[in-house]
């Protein structure tokens, strides 16, 4: 994994971000409800029965999988179904470090795009990037029997405006030096573009492949946020004159 992770950034905004602790909320809500934590047998059985599968739109998807000495049914959607279990799926998580990783980041680049686009709009460009982000990952792995699930996709789609709005803001980044970590201050730009190019590259290499990490999926969420935001009237913002960290 790139380590590159954006702790905060000194962008304030005009307006309380409650869209996007309330997304942090809810998917905290449901992670704590998921069997395991989102990690284990009963999490998977969990995922299959939630979650999106890439075949289910394929006839020559199997009916059901065995994953050690359980037999897992994959169950038949329709497109309306394999919507929903798109949208459900944002909100599920494989693990800690899973949702600690996407909510660390929507985080520090969700509250400046809530600023820009307003709490309506806002969360349905949220929803419509996790979608958008689902079809990459489908699109790229059709054959695939693995439920997709986690905010990536949304989350990359918030950074893909984030890059388009706040190029020139400075974010506070922690940084592994061999066994210590540090702090440095990147412009968005740099770390987004840095992001966005190691997902690119891993994706590509592992398209149409078995993979445990939907890294399409971020690749298709960050251009729904880029393209999405210029078609919305997003341009470069006047940067921030004032440090304000926010941890």
Not at 1 to 23: E, Q
Not at 178 to 202: D, H, K, R, S
Request: proline share 6%; charged share 10%.
């Amino acid at each position: 994994m790139l380590a590159l992770i954006p702790i905060s950034d000194a962008n304030p905004t005009r307006r309380f971000p409650y869209v996007t602790i309330g997304i942090i909320v809810a998917n905290v809500l449901v992670f704590f409800r998921e069997p395991g934590f989102g990690s284990g047998l009963e999490a998977n059985l969990y995922f299959f029965q939630n979650g999106p599968i890439p075949c289910q739109l394929e006839a020559t998807c199997p009916s059901a999988l065995q994953i050690g000495s359980e037999i897992i049914n994959i169950p038949e959607r329709g497109l309306a179904s394999f919507l929903a279990a798109i949208l459900v799926s944002t909100f599920l998580h494989a693990g800690f470090l899973h949702i600690i990783g996407n909510m660390l980041f929507l985080w520090v680049f969700g509250n400046n795009i809530e600023d820009f686009l307003g709490p309506v709009k806002y969360l349905a460009f949220y929803l419509l990037g996790g979608i958008a982000a689902a079809w990459a990952h489908i699109f790229t792995h059709s054959d695939s029997v693995v439920p997709a699930v986690g905010a990536s996709g949304a989350v990359a789609a918030v950074m893909g405006a984030y890059l388009v709005l706040h190029p020139r803001a400075r974010v506070n980044v922690l940084v592994p030096i061999i066994i210590i970590f540090t702090v440095i201050q990147m412009p968005a730009f740099a770390v987004l573009a840095l992001w966005f190019v190691y997902q690119f590259f891993i994706g590509a290499q592992e398209a149409g492949g078995a993979t445990s990490v939907a890294w399409m999926a971020h690749v298709g969420g960050f251009a729904f946020g880029l393209l999405g935001i210029l078609l919305m009237g997003g341009r470069p913002q006047r940067p921030a004159r004032v440090w304000h960290p926010r941890y």
